[in-house]
């Protein structure tokens, strides 16, 4: 800011401090240019400042989201691991039965083994769910037991990791519609950066009037003003 108040010094002192100590008529609307140029050059400083760090915010949201899918599909893979580990000892524990009312077993066995096979039979009979037949909570995720454990059935397990894998590919698609919103931001600040170059230009230019006097180097100077002005308002407003 200290360059511009240099120019808007300068000019202030030429447009006083004409031939004679006479106000110049000419001298005062170009301090009056630069004056109106200045203001539009903070703003569109200030705004692309913003963008800018509005671009770095969503591309740390964006990498955030990612770091939480994956976190979530790491979830999803380990309770579909649960639901295979615990299938394949089901399969083994129903196997195990078959063979004990297959095989006779030794005298004075008979007690235990009753005792193991209620015990297989039971176990088969908690956890043989149907994901369909699961209840879920408010989250999506299977409801607790009564006794405040996890549901950790061949139902609940499947309900589980298709929650996980659904919370996961939603991650994914937030992540994607940050990125474009911060490529989006990304040309804005683009924008306002070029704004900003033909702001100082114009101003630079009225400086160069006011040293020479010559209306040319106003003209061009409001020209190269007006033309970041409207670039810094289509970037602001007309690119949403």
């Known amino acids: 800011m200290a360059g511009i108040e240099e120019h808007l010094e300068?000019?202030?002192?030429?447009?006083?401090?004409?031939?004679?100590?006479?106000?110049?008529p000419f001298m005062a609307r170009v301090a009056m240019t630069m004056a109106v140029i200045a203001a539009a050059l903070a703003l569109v400083s200030v705004?692309?400042?913003?963008?800018?760090?509005e671009v770095l915010q969503l591309q740390?949201?964006?990498?955030?989201?990612?770091?939480?899918?994956?976190s979530l599909k790491v979830e999803s893979s380990n309770t579909?691991?649960?639901?295979?580990?615990?299938?394949?000892?089901?399969?083994?524990?129903d196997r195990a039965i078959t063979f004990t009312k297959l095989f006779a077993g030794n005298p004075g066995s008979e007690t235990l083994r009753d005792e193991q096979v209620k015990k297989w039979e039971s176990y088969i009979a908690k956890n043989?769910?149907?994901?369909?037949?699961?209840?879920?909570?408010?989250?999506?995720?299977?409801?607790?037991?009564?006794?405040?454990?996890?549901?950790?059935?061949?139902?609940?397990?499947?309900?589980?990791?298709?929650?996980?894998?659904?919370?996961?590919e939603e991650k994914i698609a937030e992540a994607a519609a940050k990125k474009v919103q911060a490529?989006?931001?990304?040309?804005?600040?683009?924008?306002?950066?070029?704004?900003?170059l033909l702001l100082e230009l114009?101003?630079?230019?009225?400086?160069?009037?006011v040293l020479t006097r010559a209306k040319t180097f106003w003209a061009i100077g409001?020209?190269?003003?007006?033309?970041?002005?409207?670039?810094?308002?289509f970037a602001l407003y007309y690119m949403h």
Not at 80 to 93: D, L, P, V, W
Not at 183 to 196: F, I, R, S
């Open 10 to 24: 300068h000019a202030e002192h030429a447009a006083g401090h004409g031939h004679g100590h006479t106000p110049d």
């Open 47 to 53: 705004s692309g400042h913003r963008k800018h760090n």
């Open 60 to 70: 740390g949201e964006n990498n955030m989201c990612m770091t939480e899918a994956a």
């Open 80 to 93: 579909f691991s649960r639901f295979q580990a615990k299938k394949g000892r089901m399969e083994e524990q």
């Open 128 to 168: 043989k769910t149907l994901d369909k037949d699961i209840k879920v909570d408010a989250s999506g995720f299977p409801q607790k037991n009564e006794d405040g454990s996890e549901n950790d059935t061949l139902g609940g397990l499947i309900v589980t990791g298709k929650q996980y894998a659904q919370q996961a």
């Open 183 to 196: 490529e989006h931001v990304h040309h804005q600040a683009d924008k306002l950066d070029w704004a900003h």
């Open 202 to 209: 114009g101003l630079v230019l009225c400086t160069v009037s």
């Open 222 to 233: 409001v020209v190269c003003a007006t033309t970041g002005a409207s670039l810094a308002v």
